[in-house]
């Protein structure tokens, strides 16, 4: 009987970058933020971005019985995500500093949802793949399962534009 392997958790490879954002206002911040964010959509500036992607591989097995199955699945998720960071707050009172603390805690809650939208659907293409049981093809075998795993990326990318729309 086959019995597949251990589904691995996906290798994660994250890249962040920083803008600086200025001022000892709020308002001066916000102004300095919406100025020198890189992160815009359709016009409009984003004081915070994650984006990522998940590359799956696959290898399979062709019995003598003239099924192919697959063995092993691997993903790997890249992302990519993009923060303010304060600078020069030396002059801060003590409650501005507080409102910037508590931003970014909320700023980098909810981009980590993001990063969790993105281990999910690499999770779920593991899952998926892995459970696909035999086919009378490695070729038939090999489309289905790239299928399935676009599949699964559109439906995890439609998932985030709601979850930027609740939160």
Request: aromatic letters at 10%.
């Amino acid at each position: 009987a086959f019995l597949p392997n251990a589904i691995a958790e996906p290798e994660i490879i994250i890249q962040k970058r920083y803008y600086p954002a200025v001022g000892q206002t709020s308002a001066q911040i916000r102004q300095s933020l919406d100025r020198n964010t890189p992160v815009r959509h359709n016009g409009k500036p984003f004081d915070a971005y994650t984006k990522w992607d998940v590359d799956w591989q696959f290898w399979w097995s062709y019995d003598g019985d003239g099924t192919c199955r697959i063995t092993t699945v691997t993903t790997v998720i890249r992302i990519w995500q993009t923060f303010p960071r304060l600078e020069n707050t030396r002059n801060f009172a003590p409650q501005q500093a507080d409102q910037w603390e508590r931003y970014m805690i909320a700023l980098v809650e909810h981009e980590a949802g993001h990063v969790a939208l993105g281990m999910d659907a690499a999770r779920n293409i593991e899952r998926q793949l892995s459970q696909m049981g035999d086919r009378s093809s490695c070729d038939q075998l090999e489309v289905e399962a790239n299928a399935l795993a676009r599949d699964i990326i559109a439906r995890y990318t439609r998932l985030e534009g709601k979850y930027d729309a609740d939160t």
